[in-house]
């Protein structure tokens, strides 16, 4: 079964981290996050760090739409320049 998470993907705050949503409200994706200030937790993202691979991780609808529409482009000019090799 092949699920569709349709875009905008949206980012939602949550204690201790972000989650981010597709554009129904699925829950798609959660990071955590710890307070800079918290002491011996080495390995645990900030919540500042939690905050940017949300951000980053909604952005991938729009990434993969602009590499789509590269593809495509390339494809279509490659089909040109062999018609007019031909």
């Given at each position: 079964?092949?699920?569709s998470f349709p875009a905008p993907w949206r980012i939602v705050e949550i204690p201790n981290g972000f989650a981010v949503e597709d554009a129904t409200g699925k829950q798609i994706g959660v990071l955590y996050g710890r307070a800079p200030d918290a002491a011996g937790h080495t390995g645990i993202m900030t919540m500042d760090e939690?905050?940017?691979m949300a951000i980053d991780f909604a952005s991938l609808p729009e990434l993969?739409?602009?590499?789509e529409t590269t593809v495509?482009?390339?494809m279509i000019e490659n089909v040109k320049a062999a018609?007019?090799?031909k």
């Amino acid at each position: 079964m092949i699920t569709s998470f349709p875009a905008p993907w949206r980012i939602v705050e949550i204690p201790n981290g972000f989650a981010v949503e597709d554009a129904t409200g699925k829950q798609i994706g959660v990071l955590y996050g710890r307070a800079p200030d918290a002491a011996g937790h080495t390995g645990i993202m900030t919540m500042d760090e939690a905050r940017q691979m949300a951000i980053d991780f909604a952005s991938l609808p729009e990434l993969f739409k602009r590499d789509e529409t590269t593809v495509a482009d390339a494809m279509i000019e490659n089909v040109k320049a062999a018609k007019r090799n031909k």
